[in-house]
């Protein structure tokens, strides 16, 4: 593929840092697959380029749907998956009411909607499409509170077969009491190709609970990591209509 715009160039490293970091990882799609198997319709919010999406549908293609707001991502995951995709804000998805039986927001990304009112008004839209005896998992990392400010520094090198070059990933941390601040930079042979901005709020500061009850929505449970090992690392939400 040709890269050609500073969207798609952002979908391919995005693609690059997951295959270079999370290839070896699949517990979580083991987890949101198992999910899935009981459900008539499956939601996937923040579907990125398909990593969970594609195999959730490969067990169900006409009852998977994925939403993103990445235009560049969603084409990436429309080659990979035969599920409908949809490009659009999870803080107003257009759905029908109570069209899934199951919604999932995988990859932390609940964390990236900074503020209480973004939060909220995704819980109300998901609210309002999920059937009444449906099910919303929220997969949240507590990862973040146990990093601390700090300046740029390398975290990723490797090679990109799409880019046709070896591309280093860097990091500069600014933590703050809610949230920490992560700017990359994707750089090759040493020239700047793309910098990127993402703050995720601390799983202590998401007031998960509170909001889902002023949304009409209540947590019935929590799983603490993918398996039946216990992980201090993740906490996965499992919410239901009150």
């Given at each position: 593929?040709?890269?050609?715009?500073?969207?798609e160039l952002?979908?391919?490293?995005y693609?690059?840092?997951?295959?270079?970091?999370l290839?070896?990882?699949?517990?979580d799609?083991?987890?949101w697959?198992?999910?899935?198997?009981?459900?008539?319709?499956?939601?996937?919010?923040?579907?990125?380029?398909?990593?969970?999406?594609?195999?959730?549908?490969?067990?169900?293609?006409?009852?998977?749907?994925?939403?993103?707001?990445?235009?560049?991502?969603?084409?990436r995951a429309?080659?990979?998956?035969?599920?409908?995709?949809?490009?659009?804000?999870?803080?107003?998805?257009?759905?029908?009411d109570?069209?899934?039986?199951?919604?999932?927001?995988?990859?932390s990304?609940?964390?990236?909607?900074?503020?209480v009112?973004?939060?909220?008004?995704?819980?109300?839209?998901?609210?309002?499409?999920?059937?009444?005896d449906?099910?919303?998992w929220?997969d949240?990392?507590?990862?973040?509170?146990?990093?601390?400010?700090?300046p740029?520094?390398?975290?990723?090198?490797?090679?990109?077969?799409?880019?046709?070059?070896?591309?280093?990933?860097?990091?500069?941390?600014?933590s703050s009491i809610?949230a920490?601040?992560?700017?990359?930079?994707f750089?090759?042979?040493?020239?700047?190709?793309?910098?990127?901005?993402e703050?995720?709020?601390?799983?202590?500061?998401?007031q998960?609970e509170?909001?889902?009850r002023?949304?009409g929505?209540?947590?019935?449970?929590?799983?603490?990591?993918?398996?039946?090992?216990?992980?201090?690392?993740?906490?996965?939400?499992?919410?239901?209509?009150?």
């Amino acid at each position: 593929m040709s890269v050609v715009s500073s969207a798609e160039l952002e979908a391919a490293l995005y693609d690059w840092n997951n295959q270079l970091r999370l290839r070896a990882q699949m517990e979580d799609i083991r987890f949101w697959v198992k999910r899935a198997e009981g459900a008539s319709s499956t939601l996937i919010v923040g579907c990125g380029t398909g990593r969970v999406i594609n195999p959730v549908a490969g067990r169900q293609p006409d009852r998977a749907v994925g939403i993103d707001v990445n235009l560049a991502r969603l084409r990436r995951a429309s080659a990979r998956t035969s599920a409908s995709l949809v490009c659009a804000d999870v803080r107003q998805m257009p759905f029908k009411d109570e069209s899934f039986d199951l919604l999932v927001f995988p990859y932390s990304g609940f964390q990236l909607l900074g503020r209480v009112a973004d939060r909220c008004a995704f819980m109300v839209s998901a609210r309002r499409v999920m059937t009444r005896d449906g099910r919303l998992w929220l997969d949240v990392s507590t990862r973040f509170e146990e990093r601390s400010s700090q300046p740029r520094a390398l975290v990723a090198r490797g090679w990109s077969s799409e880019l046709q070059a070896e591309v280093e990933e860097y990091e500069t941390l600014q933590s703050s009491i809610d949230a920490i601040l992560i700017i990359k930079e994707f750089t090759i042979a040493d020239h700047t190709i793309l910098c990127l901005r993402e703050e995720w709020i601390f799983a202590r500061s998401l007031q998960i609970e509170s909001i889902a009850r002023a949304c009409g929505l209540s947590v019935v449970d929590v799983h603490y990591g993918y398996t039946e090992a216990r992980s201090p690392h993740r906490a996965l939400y499992e919410l239901r209509c009150s």
